[in-house]
């Protein structure tokens, strides 16, 4: 077992890796990560990021450092992100589904110096970094022929750092890309704040569950799967890591795992009720599934309920807040279509048109407020203004709260689809559409589906004496948005309907879709 005397560092600098150190410090060592057959503790966990933080601090990233992860959920991954915030530099996380052309915005907009990767992925990396005066270092986790440096030898021979540098509260930890109406994504701003108020915010309503194993298939990069991380750090909780979702790799993990809590998007859950293998495996073990996301249908919460034997409830948050704004206490009752309420820290307004506060049961814009929240988006004053009111935060969503004060989520205010719990612009894939010569006119939106929530409709108005299949629409958005941004349906519509000064009527499209059937 190694050791390492790590010092107890409490209530010092406001740095989000301090929760590593206080983790030991209150619970000792015990099994942190499990990952493809081997568990690694809390102190191995904290030696190995020492070491990477060091070797990181060598090439040259200081403080305020944008360094990009573009990274499946590993336990390189885990210490990426801690050695990161340990050295005082910022983390932009990436989607390891991304496209080359979506790498290269973000890593352009960050102005990223630094990209950790894996050798499967590091090609595209590459070819996204190409001729770029940023990305001063090409970093992966094991031997590549593109040109990275192998992260591990450098690792193996460093020091170990063994206290993270001092940070103010407001100093900026993280740089998450999320998808706006206006299509490209913005970088929502997290602070060391934000990210330490929000594990606190979850912690406060739920201070005293088990600690089951937490199995982790969402995505670590995304605001949801990286908070849950944070938050099993601080209940204490065993993490076992999948790379990605599998129905049956899922079923392997609690039956071996003995798995209490699972973080999950609807679509998920979807999967693994309907999987033709789900007797076969013993999953009694579940306690507690939170889902998140997009919105949770009440059938598939019961009826996954009663499959599994374990409490399905649902939370609301997003990006701006950490993952975290509503949620249930592990000991009160579900009610059916809510989100839950308020978690401690966090204030929740609905509004009108005119910014006015509505009384519970009248539907308005949900507008929050707390230490979680971003102070806005990097290098978009435009939209931050727009986002930010009186020092709310409005978010873009409708709902109402209930008469016992819990919040429900009635619909979106933006345009935005949520495929799988994922943010997807319309505008990213209006304009890829827009590309293709046959292309007069289109208008993207989304259409309930049974197992994403959402599927993506393109409907596309063609230029007179040109014709174009579904199939050759999907070939050409495939050379410019990721697989799971291309629409399922394409619909061909002699015009879109449009209001008297030219702006297409997506709400129209929708209606009329559905009259059709398309939406069923």
Not at 235 to 241: H, K, M, R, T
Not at 509 to 516: G, M, V, W
Request: overall charge negative; aromatic content about 8%; charged content about 20%.
């Amino acid at each position: 077992m190694l050791t390492t005397n790590f010092p107890v560092i409490l209530g010092g600098s406001a740095n989000v890796a301090c929760l590593e150190f206080e983790n030991l410090a209150r619970l000792g060592t015990y099994p942190r990560l499990r990952f493809e057959g081997r568990s690694y503790s809390n102190v191995e966990e904290l030696h190995y990021t020492g070491k990477l933080a060091f070797a990181l601090r060598e090439r040259g990233i200081v403080p305020g450092d944008r360094v990009m992860v573009v990274m499946p959920n590993t336990p390189d991954l885990t210490a990426s992100l801690q050695a990161i915030w340990m050295i005082g530099a910022v983390v932009v996380p990436i989607m390891p589904y991304w496209t080359v052309a979506e790498i290269s915005y973000a890593l352009r907009h960050s102005q990223a110096i630094a990209v950790l990767t894996l050798p499967s992925l590091a090609p595209r990396v590459h070819e996204a970094c190409r001729g770029s005066e940023y990305a001063r270092h090409l970093l992966s986790f094991g031997p590549t022929e593109c040109g990275f440096e192998d992260l591990y030898p450098a690792v193996e021979q460093a020091s170990c750092i063994d206290a993270p540098v001092d940070r103010s509260p407001r100093d900026l930890a993280m740089l998450l890309y999320t998808s706006g109406t206006s299509g490209k994504p913005k970088g929502v701003m997290v602070s060391h704040e934000n990210i330490v108020a929000a594990v606190e915010s979850a912690n406060a309503l739920n201070p005293d569950l088990p600690r089951y194993p937490m199995l982790h298939v969402l995505p670590l990069t995304h605001a949801f799967g990286l908070i849950m991380l944070k938050l099993a750090q601080r209940w204490g909780s065993p993490c076992v890591l999948m790379p990605q979702f599998d129905a049956v790799g899922v079923f392997r993990a609690i039956e071996q795992h003995q798995i209490g809590y699972m973080p999950a998007v609807p679509t998920m859950l979807v999967h693994l009720l309907h999987h033709p293998e789900r007797t076969k495996f013993n999953c009694s073990s579940l306690y507690r599934i939170t889902s998140g996301g997009a919105p949770l249908p009440e059938k598939l919460r019961q009826d996954f309920q009663q499959a599994f034997g374990c409490r399905v409830d649902q939370g609301y948050g997003m990006s701006e807040s950490v993952a975290v704004a509503t949620a249930y206490d592990d000991h009160e009752p579900y009610r059916p279509g809510s989100v839950g309420r308020a978690e401690p820290g966090i204030r929740i307004r609905i509004v009108d048109d005119k910014n006015r506060t509505l009384p519970p049961l009248q539907t308005g814009e949900i507008c929050l407020s707390g230490a979680n929240i971003t102070s806005g988006y990097w290098q978009d004053q435009i939209a931050t203004q727009e986002a930010f009111h009186d020092g709310w935060f409005h978010t873009g969503d409708l709902g109402h709260h209930g008469a016992d004060g819990y919040l429900h989520i009635t619909d979106r205010k933006k345009d935005l689809i949520i495929k799988g719990g994922e943010n997807i612009s319309p505008s990213e894939i209006e304009e890829a559409l827009y590309l293709h010569p046959a292309v007069a006119e289109a208008a993207v939106i989304g259409i309930p589906d049974n197992v994403f929530g959402e599927e993506i409709c393109a409907v596309i108005q063609l230029k007179r004496g040109i014709e174009a299949s579904g199939d050759e629409i999907r070939h050409h958005l495939a050379q410019h948005v990721t697989k799971f941004k291309i629409p399922r349906h394409v619909v061909f519509q002699p015009a879109l309907p449009k209001n008297a000064v030219g702006k297409i009527l997506k709400r129209t499209i929708r209606e009329q879709l559905a009259t059709a059937g398309v939406a069923a």
